[in-house]
């Protein structure tokens, strides 16, 4: 049989391994007596491989914005993660951060889903017909609604993704831009937006402490929300600009245009999702 040709390995100044199969000492990266390989760099070589290939992802992913989905599109996929799966480990980190920082950024509490003006007509309406025992929430099913719809609205973030989808593949329907063109693009702007949110909401905890230390009043909570959610849908707005220019070079009036549709199209498929989420956890408890 054919022996690989030895190399050296990358540690082999600095370390020497017993081959387990013939007992030889060797600092290459194959046995020069029976050809195995280093165990170790066989149980390792996964785990380098996906840690590459995650920090490849990000780094393409907002260097320009749209980068990582154009690479994708015209078959560039040596060294990066899979849409899906670059958007499923950024959503892990994401919940991991939101833990540690204390705030519920898309897990909403049932007197949220029960008084925002946009969906109270209908969530206060699901509630009475599902719960005509309660005149209103106690405070024990208050609490169990909360920890499930917290655990609900990390499951179904998916679900916004084909929806927004939709939304750019009919922007895109002169141009016969395929589904999964859309469906790339919008796995990986959720994944932007998801990392965006995990820097952001860290910094806000800390300086929602010191406020709160001092005293926060009602207007002041209220400036700081617009303020953040201005925020928000600026840096958002941003890389949807830059994007639909790199993956499907839009004119500049076009990709302004585009840009507040989708915008537009994310408020609506966000207050779609709350109403999901509280449906799915209301008729779970």
């Not at 989808?165 to 994944?191: I, K, N, Q, Y």
Request: hydrophobic fraction near 55%; include cysteine; charge should be positive.
């Amino acid at each position: 049989m054919k022996r690989p040709l030895e190399r050296p390995h990358p540690d082999a100044t600095q370390s020497t391994w017993i081959c387990p199969s013939c007992g030889s000492a060797v600092t290459t990266l194959y046995c020069g007596s029976c050809g195995e390989r280093r165990t170790a760099d066989v149980a390792a070589e996964p785990m380098r491989r996906f840690v590459g290939r995650l920090l490849a992802s990000l780094r393409a992913l907002a260097s320009p914005p749209g980068r990582l989905t154009a690479d994708w599109i015209s078959g560039r996929r040596v060294g990066y993660l899979a849409p899906l799966s670059l958007f499923l480990w950024v959503n892990v980190a994401f919940f991991l951060v939101q833990s540690a920082s204390g705030l519920g950024i898309l897990a909403w509490p049932l007197r949220a889903h029960l008084s925002d003006d946009s969906i109270a007509w209908l969530t206060t309406r699901l509630f009475a017909q599902h719960r005509p025992d309660l005149a209103a929430p106690s405070a024990a099913y208050t609490d169990v609604f909360n920890v499930l719809e917290s655990v609900h609205a990390k499951a179904l973030v998916i679900a916004m993704v084909p929806a927004f989808a939709a939304a750019l593949a009919v922007l895109l329907l002169d141009r016969r831009e395929p589904f999964r063109h859309a469906l790339t693009f919008a796995l990986h702007f959720f994944a932007f937006a998801l990392l965006w949110l995990c820097a952001l909401f860290p910094m806000l905890a800390v300086v929602l402490r010191l406020i709160f230390a001092r005293g926060m009043t009602q207007p002041l909570a209220h400036s700081i929300d617009l303020a953040v959610s201005g925020l928000e849908a600026a840096v958002l707005a941003w890389y949807l600009y830059v994007a639909a220019g790199t993956v499907f070079g839009l004119s500049r009036p076009r990709r302004l245009l585009s840009v507040l549709v989708l915008v537009a199209a994310l408020f609506v498929i966000l207050k779609a999702y709350h109403v999901v989420v509280f449906a799915a956890t209301l008729y779970s408890t």
